[in-house]
């Protein structure tokens, strides 16, 4: 107990003295983890969209195929991406593998079935006469689009929370494919299991002190986007 | 809809920010190394690094895992260098056309250990190979790293030369309830033996790292040490650019080069933890 | 002139033939009365009208030219014709960001959009309401608004589904007011789906009869 209360008082410490190294690490790891979210989200939004008000033969295919893949492995992600940008590999020429990049490719697989799967169900969730409504108000379809993902933005935001709480969490990817490089691609995860295998607990005692203020802060936006949104109806 | 842009605007903001940072560090010399958690975990790269960086300008990321994950890196060509601890596989490594030439930088040795107690007599066995034969035969906790590094070769060369029956890997046929292979890198191995009162075969510079380098106690000794056996020397290694184009040559070369001149050995040698020395100048 | 013109017009859903209409004339300029049971088609016949569903067989002609069921030929249609359905839904924002909505797609000027917004809310007798969370309003406002919405698009035909169902008395009173008072301006064509046939009769100036899908022949010429 005392050596958990010694590591907590230290690393309290550190957060507070603005330690350079420490806030770099969570520096990469939020604009990495922003960077996927972003991309993730441009790429899923549309295509959850498309799934959801779209009739095309194999729908219910897609969409099982969809909700499968909410279960892939980040080490199997990890793997699977570092076939490809290893030098030896498909990508290789593109220089990728262990940059902050190469987490983003990964991480954007890892949340791009979430962001659209997620999309999916709050757009069939939205009632079907405001697509009559701004159809029959001379919306175009894009204009019909937008103001249907407007009506489920909150749903739509809230997939798009819990990815970026998947990806900040995560450490299969940032590891095999960021390479855990101190000030490159040593993210808060990767430094966390790294000072533990130094058997060092300071830092990563700082750092779960953040990861945690960052998934508490990202749940308590989405409960509290949720509560407006119920008001709201 | 306002919440969503501006959580839209913060990461192309950051983006921004990050490309920006992305060109900056592309004007400046970057060199990849793969090495071994010895050479990080002990602490001699933050004390090293600054120093070549000083004299050349040159920043090397540093990936640390085990030996074979790193020489697997530059068989691959995802890095420009390497610099590890397996004699054997590096030469094999140079031969088979992945590196130019292996630098002798430095070496260190093992140490086996254990508990104050030493329930298995380890420090009268009269070399390392018994010392090995007597923790089988008293089943006494032992911790392998398990992951393909070069302290794991060096066990399994230890377990060969201890005389008992192994498997067709090179480890203790009989491993049952005593012998942990944990696949992680040196220090989570240290920790792990300490959990398990075991024994366990470690790099010296991590070892005392271990002991006096950090803020926990750690209440492991040295029970065993000293044998030729046990003598670990390090090799700086650039990657073959005839074999990948790609890696900067001339940055890895005048890297090894820096590590085997007179300057980088005299740094090595005056590295000290607790004032102890860790790594032992080798330039050949 | 006609505005539109049915002819062996067919819709299925599935096994179920909702609608079997061998043919219809409707006029440009009138207010028209559509009368019949829950279920015969009705609301089936105002979306298809409103150019929101293709029927399954036969063909719709819009002033005299067949109607092109492709989404990029009948985009400009559809600015011609607006629908207030039975239960209107308001986007989740205000009343006057509802009524611009129709402006906005159509790219009117932002400060256009306002003036033409309000001049609507005040015909249905909401100009207060501008600021509210139009999907808190009760039924009856919720009605209004939505008839204020679809004359901001200044349509040209004007399509109702029950609009006074499931509003009270009062609002009833209102809705009608609005109806009659568009109908005697006479610059758009209305067409009103209804239950009541008192109500038919005050607002309306011809009357059709659904039965079962069809038109039911033998009431609509007795009516004439």
Redesign the interface.
């Known amino acids: 107990m005392d050596f958990l209360t010694k590591s907590l008082a230290e690393a309290a410490g550190m957060l507070f003295s603005l330690d350079p190294e420490l806030y770099f690490i969570v520096y990469v790891s939020l604009s990495v983890s922003l960077m996927s979210t972003l991309v993730a989200s441009v790429m899923g939004i549309p295509l959850g969209f498309f799934i959801a008000v779209g009739q095309f033969w194999g729908k219910r295919g897609v969409i099982t195929v969809l909700n499968t893949l909410l279960a892939l492995p980040t080490v199997v992600i990890g793997l699977f991406v570092y076939a490809l940008l290893s030098r030896q590999g498909l990508l290789g020429h593109w220089g990728l593998l262990y940059t902050p990049a190469a987490i983003v490719i990964g991480q954007v697989i890892l949340i791009l079935p979430w962001v659209a799967s997620f999309t999916v169900s709050a757009v069939s969730r939205i009632d079907e006469r405001y697509r009559r409504t701004a159809m029959t108000l001379g919306a175009g379809p894009f204009q019909t689009a937008f103001a249907i993902i407007r009506e489920a933005r909150f749903g739509i935001l809230g997939a798009v929370i819990a990815a970026f709480g998947r990806v900040i969490a995560e450490i299969g990817i940032a590891m095999m494919l960021g390479g855990n490089i101190k000030g490159f691609t040593r993210t808060m995860t990767t430094a966390m299991a790294l000072e533990h295998n130094k058997g060092e607990f300071v830092l990563a005692v700082a750092l779960g002190i953040v990861l945690l203020t960052v998934s508490l802060g990202m749940n308590i936006l989405l409960q509290v986007l949720q509560g407006r949104y119920g008001e709201d109806r | 809809m306002k919440t969503i842009l501006q959580l839209l605007y913060t990461a192309a903001f950051l983006c921004i920010l990050g490309a920006g940072m992305d060109k900056a560090e592309a004007k400046d010399k970057i060199l990849t190394m793969s090495t071994t958690t010895s050479t990080e975990a002990s602490g001699l790269l933050d004390y090293l690094l600054p120093e070549f960086y000083a004299d050349t300008g040159i920043t090397v990321r540093v990936m640390a895992k085990g030996t074979g994950a790193a020489i697997r890196d530059g068989m691959d060509g995802n890095v420009d260098i390497i610099f590890v601890h397996d004699e054997v596989r590096e030469k094999q490594f140079v031969e088979e056309g992945f590196g130019t030439k292996r630098y002798y930088v430095m070496y260190n040795d093992f140490v086996i250990v254990g508990p104050e107690s030493d329930p298995a007599n380890i420090r009268e066995a009269k070399d390392s190979g018994e010392a090995f034969a007597r923790i089988a035969a008293a089943h006494a906790p032992f911790v392998s790293r398990g992951d393909d590094s070069g302290t794991h070769a060096r066990e399994k060369q230890l377990w060969t030369a201890s005389g008992i029956s192994l498997t067709s890997g090179g480890e203790p046929a009989d491993d049952s309830g005593w012998y942990f292979a944990i696949g992680q890198g040196m220090g989570a191995a240290l920790i792990f033996a300490q959990e398990k009162k075991g024994y366990v075969l470690s790099d010296r510079g991590t070892y005392l790292y271990y002991k006096h380098g950090r803020t926990q106690p750690y209440e492991l000794e040295v029970v065993y040490e000293g044998d030729d056996m046990l003598k670990n020397p390090y090799g700086a290694i650039p990657v073959n650019p005839e074999r990948f184009p790609h890696v900067r040559y001339d940055l890895a070369d005048t890297f090894a080069r820096w590590l085997a001149s007179e300057k980088g050995q005299q740094v090595i040698g005056s590295y000290r933890l607790q004032g102890r020395p860790l790594f032992f100048p080798d330039a050949r | 002139m006609t505005l539109y013109e049915l002819s062996g017009l067919q819709k299925c859903f599935g096994e179920v033939k909702a609608l079997d209409i061998a043919h219809l004339e409707l006029s440009e300029n009138t207010a028209c009365a559509l009368l019949g049971p829950n279920g015969s088609g009705k609301t089936t016949l105002l979306?298809i009208l409103?150019l929101?569903m293709p029927p399954s067989a036969g063909t719709l002609c819009f002033r005299g030219k067949p109607v092109i069921w492709r989404?990029n030929r009948l985009?400009p249609l559809?600015?011609k014709?607006?629908?207030v359905?039975q239960?209107?839904?308001m986007?989740?924002t205000t009343v006057i960001k509802n009524v611009t909505?129709?402006l906005k797609?159509?790219g009117t000027h932002r400060s256009a959009r306002k003036r033409i917004a309000m001049e609507c809310l005040d015909r249905v007798g909401l100009a207060d309401f501008a600021d509210r969370?139009a999907?808190?309003l009760s039924g009856g406002e919720t009605q209004r608004v939505a008839i204020a919405?679809?004359l901001a698009?200044k349509p040209e035909v004007l399509l109702l589904d029950e609009p006074t169902a499931g509003v009270d008395t009062e609002n009833q009173a209102v809705v009608e007011q609005i109806i009659t008072r568009l109908r005697d301006e006479k610059n758009m064509s209305i067409l009103f789906s209804t239950h009541n046939p008192f109500q038919a009769k005050r607002l309306a100036q011809k009357q059709i009869y659904l039965h079962r899908g069809g038109i039911d022949t033998r009431i609509n010429e007795r009516q004439s």
Request: aromatic content about 8%.
């Open positions: 979306h409103a929101l989404e985009l559809r600015r014709v607006v629908l359905e239960h209107p839904i986007f989740s909505y129709g797609v159509r969370r999907h808190r919405r679809a698009c």
